[in-house]
């Protein structure tokens, strides 16, 4: 018996935006329609995933932050098995996948294992939140950087080697993912650098979605709001000359 020459299949990592299947780009979603198999983030779940075919395979590989959630590792694995199988995989993240979404290690995985892949960017939560807030991102004359940081490490601290005096910039617009938890140290940290406790600031939950909420308030206030507050769900900072008020 001859044996079939081994088929290899492909995987696209496709960005779902923040949550709302409007803001799909159509690539992503003609991926969804055409794929196999879906591995999908918990953030990246409800009304995205009804683009995915009738007879694809969903399979839930979420983190969210303080509950249990698939390990990387894991991820990684299954993303190798199914491609190796012919599969057309799709691994469906919030956001833009290439902003702190653990692309990284997904990359490194399929190349190390030789399979072909694409990356699909997305609209990112710091846009969305932006646009939702009628706000625009960057202010020609008044902002005169962007910058993205990760509110919290591996671990769920504030990172340690966050360059304070850029942070602190008041001609910056500064977008914090993931940092409700350490907002009141990183706040503390702002003002020992300079920063002015009533510089204006967003905060955006649950972006793209039926419940989100969005609070326009300053540094100072927001700190006091987020101290103490259990997260349930996901949320964006953003803080800087944010432009008009309504």
Do not use: C
Not at 74 to 87: D, K, P, S, W
Not at 104 to 111: F, Q, T
């Amino acid at each position: 018996m001859t044996e079939q020459p081994h088929q290899t299949g492909f995987v696209s990592l496709v960005s779902a935006g923040p949550g709302d299947p409007e803001l799909l780009t159509l690539k992503a979603a003609r991926r969804l329609a055409e794929a196999d198999v879906v591995l999908y983030d918990a953030l990246a779940s409800g009304p995205v995933l009804d683009h995915a075919g009738p007879d694809a395979e969903l399979i839930p590989v979420g983190k969210r932050a303080g509950r249990p959630s698939a390990r990387q590792e894991h991820v990684n694995a299954l993303l190798v098995e199914h491609a190796r199988q012919g599969r057309r995989v799709v691994r469906l993240k919030s956001g833009d996948a290439g902003i702190f979404g653990r692309l990284e290690e997904e990359l490194i995985a399929l190349a190390d294992a030789g399979i072909p892949f694409e990356i699909i960017p997305g609209v990112t939560s710091a846009s969305a939140a932006a646009a939702a807030a009628d706000l625009p991102l960057t202010r020609r004359l008044t902002a005169r950087r962007l910058q993205f940081l990760t509110g919290a490490d591996v671990t769920g601290s504030l990172p340690g080697d966050i360059n304070w005096a850029a942070i602190a910039d008041p001609h910056a617009i500064t977008v914090v993912f993931m940092g409700q938890r350490n907002f009141p140290a990183l706040a503390a940290e702002l003002r020992a650098h300079g920063l002015n406790e009533t510089t204006p600031a967003l905060f955006a939950e649950s972006v793209g979605h039926p419940q989100q909420r969005l609070i326009r308030t300053t540094i100072g206030e927001l700190a006091k709001l987020l101290d103490g507050a259990s997260v349930t769900q996901p949320g964006i900072i953003i803080f800087g000359p944010l432009g008009f008020e309504r």
